[in-house]
């Protein structure tokens, strides 16, 4: 089945301590992106690839890290969480070019105390 | 960077009713998205708009690209209770992403 997988889907974890969000995607995908969704701001992008190694931000990149060592997978990494990264992750993946449907993964419940 | 305001912000109908939802921009888009979001999911992708003036359906949904470029409509003809969710209104910003609006949400009153 084509998706995007991401773990865990549920996290609380306390201020300070690094943590890393995965996803991965088995459709071929070039085009991968993280967005964090807050009550009344909607999707916000954090970070996105074009393609393998090649990253770039977002609109709400600080405090976030990523890779693209692999085609298929895409983790976001906090390295010292804070309350305020407190939200609904999601990771997304498509083709990119004029081909904006992307597939978002499950979500992750991130919770930093 | 672009920011797409959505209208209204939250819907509370009967079920057989008819919904009418709107997305505004501040810029012109070259292509309007509609997606859905139910509980505990991520957003799917309803329809798609390339070109302006464009009424596009699929099933129950209608969604139109306004003429000016800068605002879009979905409509959900005879709701039923699977409609229920949150309906987010996307437009691309650049060559690789997507601008998001804060979401309708939708509920239904069996």
């Known amino acids: 089945e084509a998706q995007v997988t991401q773990n865990p889907r549920y996290l609380i974890t306390v201020t300070g ?97 | 960077g672009q920011q797409l305001n959505q209208s209204p912000q939250s819907m509370f109908i009967q079920e057989g009713e008819d919904v009418s939802m709107n997305c505004t921009s501040s810029s012109i888009f070259n292509t309007w998205l509609w997606y859905k979001q139910e509980p505990g999911e991520g957003p799917v992708l309803l329809i798609a708009l390339y070109k ?25 003809s005879a709701s039923i209770p699977s409609d229920v969710g949150i309906y987010f209104c996307a437009g691309p910003e650049g060559a690789q992403k997507l601008v998001f609006g804060q979401g309708t949400r939708l509920t239904i009153n069996p």
Not at chain 2, 60 to 65: D, E, Y
């Open chain 2, 52 to 76: 302006a003036g464009e009424l596009t359906s699929n099933g129950r949904l209608t969604a139109q690209f306004g003429i000016t470029r800068k605002d879009s409509f979905l409509n959900i």
């Open chain 1, 17 to 113: 301590k690094k943590l890393t969000v995965t996803c991965s995607q088995n459709m071929n995908h070039e085009y991968m992106s993280w967005y964090r969704q807050d009550p009344g701001l909607g999707l916000r992008q954090i970070y996105y690839s074009m393609n393998v190694e090649v990253t770039d931000k977002g609109d709400v990149p600080e405090g976030y890290k990523v890779s693209r060592k692999e085609k298929r997978n895409f983790p976001l990494i906090l390295e010292s969480p804070s309350p305020n990264q407190t939200s609904l992750y999601f990771c997304a993946s498509g083709f990119g070019g004029r081909s904006y449907g992307y597939t978002f993964g499950s979500g992750t419940r991130l919770t930093v105390v």
